[in-house]
């Protein structure tokens, strides 16, 4: 009989866990990019270059975004920054594009078959600690001569630099939409760099 009530009880706790049901709209498969004015530079050509090689596991994350942050990065450079010239090039190289889940301060310390057993609850209820997440886009402009594309004449840096937590608990679909959020964050504080790089590095008289 007491095997019998575990498992019954057991049983209760999985469909009250199916039965919470996620209220995450679902999401694009681009970056909303309709907030930002497009930018344009005194070049005849724009050409963007991805020199980011995800390292596809842990503690990288990036690989699993909808959108990745390359893929962001990329979308943003093609659809808003505009050549207005008649001469030379920019290539915009992305540089870095990476998410990395910090590790968690408990995680090198040792627990006993107590500690174990409230991280366990922990879990099941939904009450564990949330965990971090630290991106970053890193984007490298040059102005070169397209009849002579390796000597640079003149350069700029963009960096966008963001963190978020996900909570533990957190589902599947709220997970995706935390690391969307934090990617559209990013895109948009690049999207304010390039328009200063641009202004006083490229467009000048």
């Known amino acids: 009989m007491r095997n019998k009530m575990k498992m019954m009880a057991s049983a209760a706790v999985f469909v009250l866990a199916g039965c919470a049901a996620s209220t995450v709209s679902p999401l694009p498969s681009t970056m909303d990019l309709s907030a930002i004015a497009p930018v344009s530079v005194n070049v005849a050509k724009v050409e963007v270059q991805n020199a980011y090689n995800a390292p596809m596991g842990a503690p990288n994350v990036d690989h699993l975004f909808r959108v990745t942050p390359a893929d962001a990065a990329r979308q943003l450079v093609e659809e808003k920054l505009k050549a207005g010239g008649f001469k030379d090039m920019i290539r ?98 690049l999207a304010g760099g390039l328009k200063s790089v641009v202004d006083t590095t490229f467009n000048k008289p």
Request: hydrophobic share 40%; proline share 4%.
């Open 92 to 189: 915009v190289v992305i540089e870095d594009a990476s998410v990395v889940k910090e590790p968690s301060a408990d995680a090198d310390k040792p627990q006993d078959s107590g500690v174990m057993n409230t991280l366990g609850l922990n879990r099941l209820f939904g009450a564990e600690k949330p965990d971090m997440y630290k991106g970053r886009i890193a984007l490298r402009l040059e102005m070169v001569d397209e009849s002579a594309p390796d000597i640079v004449i003149a350069h700029a840096n963009i960096e966008a630099n963001r963190e978020t937590e996900v909570s533990g608990a957190a589902s599947l679909a709220e997970k995706d939409k935390a690391f969307y959020d934090m990617t559209q964050n990013m895109v948009g504080d």
